[in-house]
């Protein structure tokens, strides 16, 4: 699996956007990117995945540049809830055998 | 919603004892893997199991850990002995073909070896 390149941390406003960007300069064209959350002392929770077209669901929006080097998403109204790690994963879909490989992440803060 | 089961959701050992942890995937779910991680760090693969058969355990300290889903359902993972350098969150998750959305994970079981 390509490698991803996260910030280690980033604050937000609580109501504000919050963007938390991903490179991943070295993803094959089958992979897809994966962003997945993880609340305090709780197991990891899937966001929302992607191949090239932007994607969104009820919890957030995936947006993947045309050369699918880099993706970011975005938490349109972020709330204190929201403060988590967030790890964005690329890997090949459909076979459950294609295990996460899982980096640093980004420590999101939302602050009142 | 269905979930992955895993208990307990906290065990303290000391030094030396054995110790052993639980999970039950979704019904259904032929993958389970089992993660470590360490505070301040990102899950890492200890082990993948495909129905009863162990697909990947090169990341498992075989000296003192062993991995087994027996029915090819539920999983037990074991540490014996264990050691300090052990306390860690220990995540369960499963999967099954054609689930693009990756896997589900369970709470976890936050292990703390005095």
């Known amino acids: 699996d390509a490698k991803t390149t996260q910030p280690p941390s980033m604050d937000c406003a609580e109501g504000r956007a919050a963007n938390l960007p991903c490179n991943h300069s070295t993803i094959s064209g089958n992979e897809y990117v994966y962003w997945y959350r993880q609340i305090h002392s709780q197991g990891p929770q899937y966001i929302i995945h992607g191949l090239k077209n932007n994607e969104t669901n009820e919890m957030a929006s995936l947006i993947i540049t045309e050369d699918r080097k880099s993706s970011t998403l975005i938490l349109p109204h972020a709330t204190l809830r929201d403060t988590a790690v967030y790890y964005c994963?690329?890997?090949?879909?459909?076979?459950?055998?294609?295990?996460?490989?899982f980096g640093g992440g980004t420590r999101l803060m939302v602050k009142p | 919603e269905a979930e992955v089961a895993q208990s307990p959701r906290y065990k303290i050992t000391e030094k030396s004892q054995a110790v052993a942890f639980w999970c039950d995937p979704i019904s259904g779910h032929a993958t389970l893997y089992w993660y470590r991680q360490i505070l301040g760090q990102g899950p890492e693969l200890l082990v993948q199991f495909q129905d009863e058969s162990v697909v990947d355990d090169s990341q498992l300290p075989k000296d003192r850990f062993s991995a087994e889903r027996l029915k090819g359902v539920d999983s037990t993972l074991k540490i014996q002995p264990a050691e300090l350098g052990d306390s860690a969150m220990y995540l369960c998750?499963?999967?099954?073909?054609?689930?693009?959305?990756?896997?589900?994970f369970g709470s976890g079981t936050r292990l703390t070896v005095v």
């Open positions: 998750a499963s999967s099954a073909d054609g689930m693009n959305y990756g896997y589900t």
């Open positions: 994963i690329v890997r090949v879909a459909g076979n459950a055998g294609n295990m996460l490989t």
